[in-house]
């Protein structure tokens, strides 16, 4: 049996979902796992304990069909999470995300940002019906931050900063995930939640 099909199969089996599965150098085996995703139920994060109980189903499972590999890591899907299934989007719609294009905008971007832009960071959110691109990021090239320690410059007035909408499909993309955004304030704040 293949490492993806068993691999899915066991964690699907305990109740969790298979994110990724990345084989590195040294024979490092790294599963990703979280909790299935239910519109309208509270967001469940994955804990160790749910790792330890995916870890030790799976290196029975691999072991009885014979797959090598020198260690074997199970995590959540952490901050910065991939997003790569038509239910990963529609999950994390309104949150804060990074998406590279395959290919650069080029002239369809009609001067509106660099030709050879393939990054972009901004709100995730559904295309209206009948819309070209059933997906769309809305983001602005907002001057960046102070660094820490550093005053802020002084703005003579406000400027409004133009808010671009770049429409997709998920076949467009060469990665999306969630832009890693760390909240020193604790859980209520304006975090987006993390899957």
């Not at 089996?13 to 990703?32: D, H, K, Q």
């Not at 050879?116 to 959110?125: A, D, H, M, S, V």
């Amino acid at each position: 049996m293949a490492l993806q099909e068993l691999t899915a199969r066991t964690v699907q089996g305990l109740g969790y979902e298979l994110v990724e599965i990345e084989r590195s150098a040294g024979g490092l085996l790294r599963i990703t796992i979280d909790h299935p995703w239910t519109p309208g139920a509270a967001e469940q994060f994955v804990t160790v304990e749910d790792c330890e109980k995916v870890t030790r189903q799976l290196q029975f499972a691999l072991e009885v069909e014979g797959i090598e590999y020198r260690r074997l890591e199970v995590s959540s899907p952490g901050i910065d999470r991939p997003l790569r299934t038509e239910a990963d989007f529609e999950r994390f719609v309104g949150a804060l995300v990074d998406v590279t294009l395959k290919a650069p905008l080029g002239a369809a971007a009609g001067g509106q940002v660099a030709a050879n832009r393939k990054k972009f960071r901004g709100r995730l959110e559904r295309a209206e019906a009948g819309a070209a691109a059933p997906w769309q990021l809305l983001w602005s090239d907002e001057p960046p931050a102070p660094k820490p320690g550093q005053k802020p410059g002084r703005r003579k007035k406000a400027e409004e900063v133009p808010v671009h909408v770049l429409g997709f499909a998920l076949d467009e993309l060469r990665e999306a995930r969630l832009a890693p955004v760390v909240n020193f304030k604790g859980r209520g704040g304006a975090a987006p939640a993390e899957g």
